[in-house]
């Protein structure tokens, strides 16, 4: 995604982790991409000659990334000798590589991807169509999710992790909890709001909710307009513009902003930590975040990579990521514990009263829709 970013900020960016949006992000979603890939290790098992077979995935930067390698990575090396090589960044930083790869040996055998990536990434002919009879979860997995990565009838992706974007706040500043998207607007926040611009999943996600307010969709440029006059009733009021997962965290913690709009699984991280953090489901509806996995074309190990695939879509080994994030799995098998159900809104149900964001639609008037952001905020 091309990133057109507001033209100032209180603080300096800090450094965070992607939680599918995605979005989802919680895809999103996003962290800082890094560049570097890991080496985890596993030397049994393997291909021809004695030598290990191998293969590359991704993940988000952070502590996400290293529940993951936890989670599935050092497992599926135990009980396969596969070893995996991990490459942290964000899911921006991955298009841009398999842009590169043009779909010829590509340079990840497993792609972690947010669904504005990979509405980009289906267009740019990048990714493989998935063979779904080969992975024997896939009839858990929820089918609200993977009819988001279903493109012209295809299904590309297994999902993660969903996370509900909503709205985030300061406890000690906000004692009475808001109860949906337009308590943002409440002029008592007036000074306070930390607002992501549309070029960052939350951003877009927080626009998505304004504009399907009394049944609006993105594809009606009236209803398109009509939720830019409703963002106008910001202006004066934002104190921050971040456009990472880290920025929306560092406002918050130093007080340049009091709410904002961002994910569940982030807020309740936080609120772990001891940060003095509550979160808000709107009442209207939250926006979906999703993360799922994919097969690049040009992948030289797609055998591995559908292993890898089966064993990340488990339950078993789906429960203590999606507990350790916050977010909900994309397996609907999972029996969670009774502190997450307490927490988390998550499953079938849930999902369906999502509003989703349209990518199709948005992919294609991004920039011309942030340059009007930029005109309201400047």
């Given at each position: 995604m091309t990133s057109v970013l507001p033209h100032r900020s209180r603080r300096p960016r800090g450094r965070g982790y992607l939680p599918v949006v995605v979005s989802a992000g919680t895809a999103t979603v996003l962290a800082v991409a890094t560049g570097c890939s890991v080496d985890t290790g596993g030397d049994s098992g393997g291909s021809s000659g004695g030598k290990a077979e191998q293969i590359t995935v991704t993940a988000f930067a952070g502590e996400w990334g290293e529940l993951f390698k936890k989670s599935f990575v050092?497992?599926?090396?135990?009980?396969?000798?596969?070893?995996?090589?991990?490459?942290?960044?964000?899911?921006?930083?991955?298009?841009?590589?398999?842009?590169?790869?043009g779909g010829k040996d590509a340079p990840f055998d497993v792609v972690a991807l947010t669904p504005g990536s990979l509405h980009q990434a289906v267009g740019g002919d990048l990714l493989?169509?998935?063979?779904?009879?080969?992975?024997?979860?896939?009839?858990?997995?929820?089918?609200?999710?993977?009819?988001?990565?279903?493109?012209?009838?295809?299904?590309?992706?297994?999902?993660?992790?969903?996370?509900?974007?909503?709205?985030?706040?300061?406890?000690?500043?906000?004692?009475?909890?808001?109860?949906?998207?337009?308590?943002?607007?409440?002029?008592?926040?007036c000074g306070h709001v930390a607002l992501p611009p549309l070029t960052y999943n939350?951003?877009?996600?927080?626009?998505?909710?304004?504009?399907?307010?009394?049944?609006?969709?993105l594809s009606n440029p009236a209803d398109v307009d009509k939720a830019f006059d409703k963002l106008a009733e910001l202006k004066g009021c934002v104190s921050a513009y971040p456009a990472d997962a880290g920025s929306v965290s560092t406002v918050l913690q130093n007080g340049d902003a009091w709410i904002a709009p961002f994910w569940d699984g982030r807020a309740f991280a936080m609120e772990k930590e001891g940060q003095p953090i509550g979160f808000t489901y709107p009442a209207s509806g939250a926006v979906g975040a999703l993360t799922s996995y994919y097969v690049p074309k040009g992948s030289q190990h797609s055998e591995?990579?559908?292993?890898?695939?089966?064993?990340?879509?488990?339950?078993?080994?789906?429960?203590?990521?999606?507990?350790?994030?916050?977010?909900?799995?994309?397996?609907?098998?999972?029996?969670y514990s009774p502190a997450f159900k307490d927490k988390v809104k998550y499953g079938e149900a849930v999902y369906k009263k999502f509003t989703w964001v349209d990518y199709k639609t948005a992919t294609p008037k991004l920039n011309e829709w942030q340059q009007r952001w930029n005109q309201i905020f400047k």
């Open positions: 050092k497992p599926f090396e135990k009980d396969t000798g596969i070893k995996v090589n991990v490459v942290y960044g964000a899911d921006s930083g991955f298009l841009t590589k398999l842009r590169a790869a493989q169509p998935l063979k779904t009879a080969d992975l024997s979860h896939w009839k858990q997995l929820d089918p609200v999710l993977t009819k988001q990565s279903t493109i012209g009838g295809s299904a590309y992706g297994v999902p993660l992790t969903t996370g509900s974007n909503g709205l985030l706040y300061r406890t000690d500043k906000i004692k009475q909890a808001p109860e949906d998207w337009t308590d943002i607007f409440d002029k008592k926040y939350a951003g877009l996600e927080f626009f998505s909710a304004l504009v399907s307010q009394g049944g609006g969709k591995a990579a559908y292993k890898f695939l089966d064993y990340l879509s488990s339950a078993q080994h789906q429960k203590p990521f999606a507990e350790g994030t916050f977010y909900g799995g994309g397996n609907d098998s999972i029996d």
